[in-house]
């Protein structure tokens, strides 16, 4: 079987580990690189691909099946459509763009030309969450109560020298709480209101460092997630995940699913219920699952070849990632309102 020939626009942080991804994939190759700066020049040399400054003439010259998406969020729907319009399938960095409206008309772009549009939530594509998302659907936790998320982390100074990650839209709800957003649509569905406050205090800059949001669920549901760059702490995903290997794994959990028959924590899958008598005099037993680890990036690229085969639908579509990206700008407008936001807007 021929592999799936992709490029990749931006190698920054990224983009190149896409492109260390691919290397090792049965299933699909990157062909060519575009990023114009010196650093992608040399990274493209050092890989052995072609390197274009402009993308859209490597979408031209190199035709290939499908393109990564790794620039900055403001260029996603430029870029996305540049592709869309050549027939050139789209893996979309996340968010899927800078605006909701933008998400929409990628979204629409893609689907008027039938090009296959996928957003790279990637945690949605580790066993664990699959796992988990199966435990919910199956019933066996019965009817979804509540939900907890924690995302605190510490990010090191240097993390800071980059101006815009100072400033609006540059701070950890749209960077990282978007996963954890997106990790509970994946799990309990629809978000109908987002209730939140942030706080700027331990940095000091002119964007939040800290968050907290109380979320209401389609299914009634009610939802919290904390979310901070300034906390040492070990309790948020990266850490507790073991999806990279430059996140030290603790053995921690960090998603807390209640349900009226039972109970699930996630990374670690133990399942609390009652085997006999159900009331809080009465014993609970735990069991625990371990999932086969697969690398959430690895699989999210064959996923992107079987979608541009046609043997799949995308998991995390334009529309799932918009709804994911407007769960998240609520929090913002939450906290600016200082008002329930209630969705879809
Ligand atoms: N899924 C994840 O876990 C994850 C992790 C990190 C970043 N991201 C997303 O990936 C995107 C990139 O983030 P990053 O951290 O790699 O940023 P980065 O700044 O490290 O890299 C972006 C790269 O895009 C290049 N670029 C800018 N304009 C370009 C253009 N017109 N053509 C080609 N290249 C161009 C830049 O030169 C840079 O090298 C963002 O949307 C971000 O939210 C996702």
Same mark, same amino acid.
């Given at each position: 079987m021929s592999k799936t020939k992709l490029v990749v626009i931006g190698v920054g942080a990224i983009g190149r580990m896409h492109v260390e991804r691919a290397r090792l994939h049965p299933q699909c190759e990157v062909v060519a690189v575009s990023d114009p700066t010196p650093a992608g020049e040399a990274f493209a040399r050092a890989e052995n691909l072609r390197w274009f400054a402009d993308y859209t003439q490597m979408l031209d010259e190199?035709? !290939?099946?499908? +393109?990564?998406?790794?620039t900055p969020n403001a260029t996603h729907l430029a870029v996305g459509v540049a592709c869309i319009e050549r027939g050139i399938a789209v893996l979309m960095e996340k968010p899927i763009a800078d605006t909701v409206e933008q998400a929409a008309a990628l979204t629409r772009a893609a689907e008027t030309a039938g090009v296959p549009l996928i957003v790279g939530h990637h945690r949605r594509h580790n066993p664990i969450l699959r796992h988990g998302r199966e435990i919910v659907q199956s019933g066996r936790l019965g009817k979804a109560v509540s939900a907890v998320a924690m995302a605190t982390f510490f990010k090191p100074d240097s993390y800071f020298d980059m101006a815009w990650r100072r400033e609006k839209g540059g701070g950890p709800v749209l960077i990282n709480l978007i996963h954890d957003i997106d990790m509970l649509r994946y799990l309990l569905g629809e978000i109908v209101q987002v209730q939140a406050v942030s706080s700027n205090k331990v940095r000091g800059y002119g964007v939040e460092d800290t968050a907290a949001a109380v979320l209401t669920f389609e299914n009634g549901a009610l939802g919290t997630l904390v979310?901070? &760059?300034?906390?040492?702490?070990?309790?948020?995903? #990266?850490l507790a995940a073991g999806e990279a290997a430059h996140y030290p794994q603790q053995r921690v959990n960090t998603h807390f699913i209640t349900g009226t028959e039972g109970s699930m924590t996630l990374p670690l899958l133990e399942i609390w219920s009652y085997r006999?008598?159900?009331?809080?005099? #009465? !014993?609970? %037993?735990? @069991?625990?699952?371990? !999932?086969?680890?697969?690398d959430p990036y690895h699989e999210q690229l064959r996923h992107? %070849?079987?979608?541009?085969a046609g043997t799949e639908t995308p998991?995390? %579509?334009? #529309? &799932? +990632?918009?709804? =994911?990206?407007?769960? =998240?700008?609520?929090?913002?407008?939450?906290?600016? %309102?200082? @008002?329930?936001?209630?969705? !879809?807007v």
């Open positions: 190199m035709r !290939p099946q499908g +393109a990564i998406v790794a979310v901070s &760059d300034c906390a040492a702490a070990p309790w948020n995903w #990266d006999g008598k159900k009331g809080w005099h #009465d !014993p609970l %037993s735990v @069991e625990m699952t371990t !999932p086969h680890r697969v992107f %070849s079987a979608v541009i998991v995390c %579509s334009g #529309d &799932d +990632a918009t709804r =994911t990206l407007a769960a =998240t700008f609520a929090v913002h407008r939450a906290v600016a %309102s200082g @008002e329930a936001v209630t969705l !879809p």
